[in-house]
């Protein structure tokens, strides 16, 4: 973690402290505030005195204390119970910031700890920016100005083309309930029919005795609602349960016990798909009742199964068999070598396989996998083993050596040691039909290497990237993918690359007004975390990508409100200060 010094020029992250509104504040006015930071004052100050082990004397306590005293003279009244302020004249007001000498040795002494944890890392320093956060004289309200602007004005687009700011909210009103303020403020768009019958039915869901005949996008839109509400338990639970129902998903199963759970197979017996999150009280005895009840189970994933040994998933295997299509588990440390092997073994035709946060998923699962040779769709998330592993590295090629040519979706979350050769010789080589791709997290891929690839690789067609957190790719990278496949994208995720540019970002909504080469299709991108982005970014992305309906802005620092969404209805910005969320169009 790379800590801010909380200078007036802008700093290499660009991330301002506490003190950002008050140093805008004094660069409008033309102050300029001499405030060097604690470690370059050290630095320069440093002298054999200070590698003594000596206690210091009280005169060496209030000679060091000279250079922290700064006296600031600013035209205004001071409101900060923090500062010492000294009445020099009517008009101006001295602050003047002390601190006494033994809360400055513990801070101090503090921030050493913390800047020898938190060293930045000199190999990825995020990209510097090109905008600058000011505040409206007039409105109060942030917006953003180009840092080589020299234009001393400090209005916002609104002020300045004569609008009225906003009235402030009274203070005395009282405030609307939380999730209807949010409903009621999302997007300032009316609530559809259906929405509305839906949070009528949440909010009094321990009063209704039956859904009846509801379509499925509803039936699915309930169980989110529900589920992320923690409403979901015994009684409620059985509402979504019909003899007619041959898929169901769960989102929230902490508050159905083994009763609940053995209802569905008990009211579902046409079930093919069955999707159970959060479910840590299933059992040997529920898993046994699912495989002599649902005749007709073709897809389970589970979330949270701990209590189910190893014995119960080799007898379920052995009775769903050829039928079984899809299998997915996550959370579930009995889940070991021996169930994956039986797995491939009793399970041939499974198409589907999604495993992850298993306390054995290592390597020595990969050559198991890669007898499932009827797999169009994989992921694997968050192995045991976090380092870079050569033996990981050959299973994994080998592994997409035979699955990887019928492989359309192919996610690989949470592999810190994924090397570059997984990418160019296994995904690269083999994987030619993928139309999703996930690599998460995999923080030792290197830029070259990711460029190599999509320059190189021969898939056509692909909607899904991921590359989040992959934190040594840049520019060149997202030009080269976006060059390749920008006319199909319609999931990007660029999480946390802290090296892209504004002029990087800008590719995705084409460099000149006339470029081909960008995202003509995306409908979700989520760049929380990239420093870079800002209003002139954003306010591109939503001009050229029309189609865009997500936008996931957390931790960028330089989006306001000042960017003009109106121009796309569907659009989501989410993740902006001072924006709200409709729960009811939460996906």
Sequence with gaps: MNRNSNRNEPSSNRVRGPTSALSSFLREQGIQVPNRSRRARREEQATPREMSIDPPTPSDEASSMEGVEQTVTVAAQSSSSSLTATTTAAATEEMTFTASSSKKKRKDDSDDDDDVDFAPSSSRKAAKGRARILFCVICKSRFARDINDDNEETLCSDCKAGKSP?????????????????????????????????SIVVEYIDEVETFGFISDESFEKLAKIISRNRKLNNQTSRLFMEPYRKSLSLYDCTNMDETALMNVAHFCPRMERLELIYCGQINDKVLRLYQERLHNLKSLFLSGAFLVTKEAWISFFETTNNRLEAFGLRHSNRFDLTC??????????????????????????????????????????????????TEQ????????????????????????????????????????????????????????????????????????????????????????????????????????????????????????????????????????????????????LITKCKTLQDIHVWGCHLITNAVNAQINPILRIIGRETSTISLLNTH
């Design 166 to 198: 906003n009235k402030p909210v009274n203070s005395k009103k009282k405030r609307l309930n939380v999730s209807k303020k949010e409903q009621l403020l999302a997007h300032d768009r009316v609530p559809s029919l259906q929405d509305i019958c839906i």
């Design 393 to 540: 590295t050959a299973n994994l090629i080998h592994m997409l050596e035979e699955i990887g040519p019928q492989l359309t979706e192919l996610s690989l979350r949470g592999f810190y040691g994924l090397t570059d050769d997984v990418l160019l010789k296994g995904i690269m080589k083999y994987c030619k039909n993928l139309k999703k791709l996930n690599v998460e997290q995999s923080e030792q891929l290197t830029a070259e290497a990711a460029v190599q690839f999509f320059e190189n690789w021969e898939a056509e067609g692909l909607t899904y990237l991921d590359i989040s957190r992959c934190i040594l790719l840049n520019d060149e990278v997202l030009k080269v993918a976006i060059r390749r496949f920008g006319n199909t994208l319609t999931h990007l995720n660029i999480h946390s690359l802290e090296l892209l540019s504004p002029n990087g970002l800008e590719v995705l909504a084409g460099v000149n007004e006339n470029e081909k080469d960008y995202c003509h299709q995306l409908t979700y991108l989520n760049c929380s975390f990239v420093r870079a982005m800002d209003d002139f970014v954003l306010q591109k």
């Design 340 to 389: 994956i092997e039986s797995l491939s073994k009793l399970c041939p035709n499974l198409q589907s396989l999604n495993l992850g946060q298993l306390g054995s998923l290592t390597s020595e699962y990969l050559p198991h996998v890669a007898k499932l040779t009827k797999l169009t769709k994989l992921e694997l998330a968050w192995p045991s083993n976090e380092e870079e592993d």
